[in-house]
């Protein structure tokens, strides 16, 4: 669970779509998670699979899970200026919540 | 249902001293984590505590300590300060806490500048 990678930025223009991915370790993993964090602030979370799902629409976000590679990706579609932030993974390996290092995006207007 | 609260929202300290953080949960949430995020280690976990009790802890020297009381709340304490400790310090609340179907729920941190 120590190992939950992330690329660390990328950046998107305005009304595209944006993919973010992490690759997780823990193949019990029974939940994973998607926090979105703004500057100064805490975790929010956006949104969350079930490890048994290999996707989860909710509104503009869709998640894709491939347990198989222990992929998880996160699209944002038409994304906004205010979808700028840093976009963490995690893992519910049922001992302790794993977090990637973090995606920064950036949305160029 | 009113969300996770950390005070203060900011804080300065100098090495050497000691610090005390607060973190209210969610009411209801039994299991409170804690961790810290730096720019250049991301987000670290440092503890977590269920009904009063150190359940997991992180790789963190002793000088990190914490506690949780009945009500659910938790403190957490820094002592003999080091510049390295600047830091926002996350606290997150969860029913259960470790359970494989828990989620977390973060409150907005506490700013802890080190001069």
């Known amino acids: 669970g120590e190992d939950v990678e992330q690329s660390l930025f990328l950046s998107v223009r305005e009304g595209d779509s944006s993919v973010i991915n992490c690759t997780y370790t823990d193949s019990s993993s029974t939940y994973l998670y998607w926090y979105k964090q703004e500057p100064g602030a805490g975790l929010q979370l956006l949104t969350y699979?079930?490890?048994?799902?290999d996707m989860k629409q909710d509104q503009r976000l869709t998640v894709l899970l491939n347990k198989k590679d222990k992929h998880l990706s996160l699209r944002i579609a038409d994304t906004q200026t205010g979808d700028s932030a840093i976009y963490f993974c995690a893992e519910n390996t049922g001992n302790q919540f794993y977090f990637g290092t973090g995606t920064s995006l950036t949305v160029i207007p | 249902k009113a969300g996770v609260t950390q005070t203060p929202r900011y804080l300065i300290k100098t090495r050497g001293q000691q610090v005390t953080l607060s973190c209210s949960p969610i009411s209801g949430h039994r299991s409170v984590s804690w961790y810290q995020q730096t720019p250049g280690q991301g987000l670290q976990f440092l503890f977590e505590y269920f009904s009063e009790t150190q359940r997991n802890k992180g790789n963190f020297p002793g000088r990190f300590s914490g506690r949780q009381f009945s009500n659910s709340r938790s403190e957490m304490n820094v002592s003999t300060l080091e510049l390295g400790d600047s830091a926002l310090y996350l606290c997150a609340s969860s029913a259960q806490g470790t359970g494989l179907t828990d989620t977390q729920y973060f409150g907005p941190g506490t700013r802890l500048t080190v001069l």
């Open positions: 699979i079930f490890s048994n799902m």
